[in-house]
Structure formats: structure tokens, C-alpha cells
């Protein structure tokens, strides 16, 4: 619970900004600013905004939110943190790796993938990544069954991101206001990524 | 065995590499700090290390959170902090202690107590050492000052109260400087550290520095490794360091050696510190400060002793007592260091980053040489400009002179300059060889540039 109040409590240290480094695949490494833990950094494959919170730094028990530079976006194409829950780094320690020219493209995508149909149909997807839950507490019903009716506004799961619960609302464009739940794609306690599929669906507009 | 597997190294270069040394022998990893300027350091490579921060050492070797979280997420439960950087810092101590890092060094607020000076000064007075006559305690004002000065007698010199390195100081010769001085020194200490205190002592001038070796545990147990001799100086700076201090009569050494080793007990310290003493025309040691740390000269007390002091601080920190007695420490001989600095001599003592195009070291009988350097090294410009340290030792102190010149004409360095010609200038010298020298000019060479 102290790292939940500390995320925007007293515990909290100044923001930080990332290095950025341009290598010779053209590509732009984003590197730690200080010494510290580093974890919630953006999945690969994300597109990254310039600007955008690349997670967290925690320093002797305090915890600082790190932001890409004003002038650093892309296609994330390497997490060095992906497979840890937190990756000790230094100074200079490299984190990310993103991939300038992707951007349009990935962000074209990610817009996309957001609303459009899915193979199979309609596909609701996560917007952005964190920790999926399809209950509101432990011993609750799910928010939404298989065979359900569901419509634009109506929460369908708590996504927990940088230990802030946030409730995932249906609703997007080009998904229709009334929809029938066909496939529940994510298991509750599932790390998902930004646009992962969450639910298939099927318009009842 | 000594309870710690991983050690912390907060510091740099020669004092890194020879923390490194004891770990070694010891069995114990150590994890170094270090600044983007000193990641491919010889002293890291193919060590464990983390980059703290740029090369301003504000931001890398002097940034407490940053070294202290580097130690924690490397799994480390020591820290050593060496000499310079944050050594003598106790709100460095306790944050180490406070996140589960043993601090190797004396506990804060000993740390703290020998920090400020005139709480220092009584504590050694009420243990039984002598002082320099002067304030008791800090000045009110320079009105203070002056009442101080005519009960003291001229000349007198200002300090500050948390001052070190030669600054905030300033001497008054007479009634027509005091004001002057006083306002001088304290603005002066007010924006190099930040506490504008002033306190005031009697001027001795062509005294000679001496200092006292000590070593203690947590039991009380207190040893002391001897004296050393560390007169010759530049602007407040150590140049050659020797032991024994053979200016001294037996029983003032003996006198004051046993008084330091009981104060040492009396303020509950711990690890390895230092007493700085100066040697007064009446032959008397009077108590100047004591540094909380090990020093740069620690290696002319190991030379006479046989003593490793880093792992004895390291040993003492883990809970141990001390390894050996007072009985059981025998001093042997002369020894004597010289700090070999990238610094131009002929130019002011300028300092010199560059390339060491060539560096060879001296071997020999008696020659220990303590550096982080080698062929093709960069001396980077952010840090102090020592190369190495040069350690003779000999029968007497003219076997180890000799020595130290003939190992000082066999050290090669082409591609910046050093501090050699100085040196040996001040070995040849009548001066130095007949002890004819106090802390008011370098023996064998001149203020101006050169030798004499």
C-alpha cells in the first residue's frame, strides 16, 4: 500500500528525463539518468510518444517518473528491462531503444489496432499496458461474460498501470455502441501490453 | 574472514585501486563507482562497476543518493569510502547505515564531533592532549576576535569552524589587521562551506606537521601505528610524507603517541583516523585536528608496520577486533612517500591532463609504488592530478632517500608533466638531508620555480 500512496504521495521524487542517444542504425537509445531501479518501462512494439512516461526510477525507496525527451519517439524495438520486473541501471545504462521512422507507421497501427476489426471480427483492445483484471475485487463477478451485452461507457476491467487502477471503459472508434462479448482474450492477472486484444465481439448495432 | 562478500568502492583511481587490493586479498568482490570520464579507469576493467553520473564529481563521486543506491542494488553490505570525496561526511555515514550499507569508518557523529573544530579541540584538551593557545570556541564578532588576539598574543591565524584545505584562514600580524582579516576569513568560509564561524589561534610559524597513525575497534581496543612527518607542503598540500619524524624527541613522541591513543578511546572512535600535530619550537606536539578517515600517506606507516590498514578497517567494520596489539606492532626503519601529481613544476605546479605516452615504474629493494595508471592512460581533467605514489623504505632515513632517488630517476613518464625534477630537487637538497626545514618553504626548492 505505501508504494500506491508513495506514486503521488511525499515518497515521490522529481521527475526525470532520459538521455537520448542516436545510434548508427539510426535508431535512438534512451538512457537511465540516474542510478536507481527502473521498471514499467513501454513494451516493445509500443509507438512512443515524445514526451511519454517510459515508467519509473526507484532510488533508496522513492520512486521518480522518467519521460522520454521533448524530441525522442518511435516504435519501441528493444526493452532492456522486458524480461524483469526492475532492471538495476546506472548512468548512461541504456533502456529503450526506439525507432524514429517507425513512428508514423506506428502510430498508424496502434489507431488502428485500437478500433478496427480483428481477424476474427471485432477485437477491443487494451489502451495501454499494465496488469489486466476482469473483476473489481477478488471474490467479485467478472465485469463482462462470454455471451454478454455490452455498451459504449460501461467498464469491462481494471487495468492496473504504475500501481494507479484505472477502469477500462468499452467504447472507440469504428467499435459499434452495442456489442455481444464472444471471446474474453486476457486471463484475470494477465500482464498485458498496449493494444493487446481484450475482447472479441460481435456488432449488435 | 570478515563478514563482508561485497564491498562498495566510493572513489576513484589510486584510492580505488588500493581499496581493491585489500578486497582481493581478502576474498571480498568489490563493486566500484564510477563517472563517465572513469568507466574504462584500469582500475574497473573487467571489474564490477556502475556509472554514477557525468564527470563533475558533484554529480557522480559526490552525489550520496546515487552511490548509496549504486551499493544497494549491487548487493552490497560495505562501503568503503577512501580519502577525499565523501569520506568525511556524516550525513553520508548515516545513509549508508540507514539503507542496510555498513559505512567503513568511525560512526557519524564522531564523525561529526571531529568535523567541527573547536568542539574537537576540547574534547582533545579535556583527553589530555596539548593546544595551540587561542579562542575558546568560536568568535562572537570581530570585536571578539580582537580582545581574543591581544590575550593570545600576535601574530594569530583565523579558521573556520568547518573549514579544511587551507581555506577560510587568514593571519593577523598586529591590532590594524585583525578586523580585516576576520571579515576576510569568514566571508571567505561563509561561501566555500557555508558556516561563517570563525575561531582563532596563535600563528606558529616554521613549525613542523606531524601526525599520528591510529587504528581502533569497537571494543575499545585502540592502537596507535606511529608517526609521521608530513612538513614538506605546498599551499597546504602534502608532498613527502616519512616516519619516523626524526625531528621529534623520544619522550614528546612518547608522550603524545600514548596521550592520542587514550583520546581516541575516549570519544568512542572507530576504524582508522589520523591526529594532525604541529611540532612547536619548544619541541611540544600540539593537537591541530584529526581526520576521520585513513589518508593518502597511510603507505609510509604500512611500509615501518607490516599492517594492512585497509583490511584492518575493513576487519573492524565487519565487528572484529583489532588484529594485533600495541605490543605487537614493530616499527622498522625509515620509510617515506612522494605524490607524483601531473603538474608542471617550472609552471606554477600547473596541472596537466594528457596521454601518458610512456610509463614504467621502478622495482627494487624497499620500492612500493601505489597507482592506477599505465601506458596510454588519459589523465582526465576533472579529478586531482596525482599519477602515483612512490614509497621507499630503508635501514635509516638515508638508505630510504637514497632509494627513493634512485627509484625516482628509474620512473618513466613521457607525455605530461610531472612532479619528479621537484622532488628529487628537495631529496639532493642540504636541507632536507640535515632536517633543516619547517612548513615555511619547501626544502631544496624555490616558491619561484626550480631548484636551489
Known amino acids: 500500500m505505501s508504494e500506491l500512496q508513495g506514486h503521488h504521495g511525499p515518497h515521490q521524487l522529481p521527475d526525470l528525463e532520459a538521455l537520448a542517444v542516436r545510434d548508427e542504425a539510426g535508431h535512438v537509445e534512451l538512457r537511465s539518468p540516474t542510478v536507481g531501479l527502473w521498471r514499467e518501462g513501454p513494451a516493445e512494439g509500443h509507438a512512443l510518444a515524445p514526451g511519454e512516461c517510459i515508467g519509473r526510477i526507484e532510488i533508496l525507496g522513492r520512486f521518480a517518473r522518467l519521460f522520454a525527451p521533448a524530441g525522442a519517439g518511435g516504435l519501441v524495438v528493444r526493452n532492456e528491462g522486458k524480461e524483469r520486473a526492475r532492471l538495476p541501471v546506472g548512468y548512461d545504462s541504456p533502456l529503450l531503444s526506439v525507432d524514429p521512422s517507425a513512428a508514423s507507421v506506428g502510430a498508424a497501427a496502434a489507431a488502428a489496432a485500437d478500433a478496427g476489426p480483428g481477424a476474427g471480427g471485432l477485437v477491443f483492445k487494451a489502451p495501454s499496458s499494465g496488469r489486466f483484471y476482469a473483476k473489481p475485487g477478488p471474490d467479485k463477478d467478472p465485469f463482462v461474460r462470454v455471451g454478454d451485452e455490452i455498451t459504449t461507457g460501461q467498464t469491462i476491467a481494471i487495468l492496473e498501470v504504475m500501481k494507479t487502477f484505472n477502469r477500462i471503459s468499452y467504447g472507440g472508434a469504428g467499435l459499434p455502441a452495442r456489442a455481444k462479448v464472444l471471446a474474453i482474450l486476457a486471463a484475470d492477472g494477465d500482464d498485458v501490453d498496449r493494444g493487446a486484444p481484450l475482447l472479441e465481439l460481435e456488432s449488435l448495432d | ?452
Open chain 2, 1 to 452: 574472514m570478515s563478514g563482508f562478500h561485497r564491498l562498495f568502492v566510493a572513489n576513484r583511481g589510486e584510492v580505488a585501486a588500493r581499496v581493491a587490493r585489500s578486497c582481493d586479498a581478502m576474498g571480498i568482490t568489490p563493486v566500484f563507482g564510477v563517472s563517465t570520464a572513469d568507466r574504462e579507469g584500469p582500475w574497473v576493467r573487467e571489474r564490477e562497476h556502475v556509472v554514477l553520473g557525468p564527470g563533475r564529481s558533484t554529480s557522480s563521486y559526490l552525489d550520496m543518493e546515487r552511490v548509496v543506491q549504486a551499493a544497494v542494488q549491487t548487493g552490497c553490505t560495505a562501503l568503503h569510502p577512501g580519502w577525499g570525496f565523501l569520506a568525511e561526511n556524516p550525513r553520508f555515514a548515516a545513509l549508508c547505515e540507514q539503507h542496510g550499507v555498513t559505512f567503513i569508518g568511525p560512526p557519524a557523529h564522531v564523525m561529526s564531533l571531529m568535523g567541527k573544530k573547536t568542539p574537537a579541540k576540547k574534547a582533545m584538551g579535556e583527553a589530555g592532549l596539548r593546544l595551540i593557545p587561542g579562542s575558546d570556541g568560536v568568535l562572537r564578532d570581530a570585536a571578539h576576535a580582537r580582545e581574543v588576539a591581544e590575550a593570545t598574543g600576535y601574530p594569530v591565524l583565523l579558521k573556520a569552524e568547518s573549514g579544511g584545505g587551507g581555506r577560510g584562514m587568514r593571519v593577523a600580524r598586529s591590532d590594524a589587521e585583525i578586523e580585516g582579516a576576520f571579515l576576510d576569513a569568514q566571508a571567505e568560509a561563509r561561501a566555500a562551506f557555508g558556516d561563517p564561524r570563525m575561531y582563532l589561534e596563535k600563528l606558529i610559524e616554521g613549525g613542523r606537521h606531524i601526525e599520528i597513525q591510529l587504528m581502533a575497534d569497537r571494543y575499545g581496543n585502540v592502537v596507535h601505528v606511529g608517526e609521521r612527518d608530513c612538513t614538506v607542503q605546498r599551499n597546504h598540500q602534502k608532498l613527502i610524507e616519512e616516519s619516523p619524524a626524526i625531528v621529534l624527541d623520544d619522550e614528546e613522541r612518547a608522550r603524545t603517541l600514548d596521550a592520542a591513543v587514550r583520546a581516541t578511546a575516549e570519544i568512542g572512535y572507530v576504524g582508522a583516523g589520523t591526529m594532525e600535530f604541529l611540532l612547536d619550537h619548544d619541541g611540544t606536539l600540539r593537537f591541530m585536528e584529526m581526520n576521520t578517515r585513513l589518508q593518502v600517506e597511510h603507505c609510509v606507516s604500512e611500509m615501518r608496520s607490516g599492517v594492512d590498514l585497509v583490511a584492518e578497517q575493513i576487519r573492524v567494520a565487519a565487528g572484529h577486533r583489532l588484529s594485533f596489539t600495541q605490543a605487537q606492532i614493530e616499527l622498522g626503519g625509515h620509510a617515506i612517500e612522494c605524490r607524483i601529481n601531473a603538474e608542471d613544476p617550472s609552471q606554477g605546479f600547473r596541472p596537466a591532463p594528457g596521454v601518458l605516452e610512456a610509463w614504467t615504474l621502478p622495482q627494487g629493494e624497499g620500492i612500493r609504488v601505489d597507482t592506477h595508471v599505465e601506458a596510454g592512460y588519459e589523465v582526465p581533467p576533472f579529478y586531482d592530478s596525482l599519477l602515483c605514489k612512490v614509497i621507499a623504505a630503508g635501514k635509516d632515513r638515508n638508505e630510504a632517500c637514497d632509494r627513493m632517488i634512485a627509484g625516482l630517476e628509474a620512473l618513466e613518464c613521457r607525455g605530461v608533466p610531472t612532479t619528479i625534477p621537484m622532488h628529487l630537487a628537495i631529496l639532493r637538497s642540504e636541507a632536507f638531508r640535515s632536517n633543516d626545514y619547517d612548513t615555511r618553504a619547501i626544502p631544496g626548492w624555490s616558491s619561484e620555480g626550480g631548484a636551489h
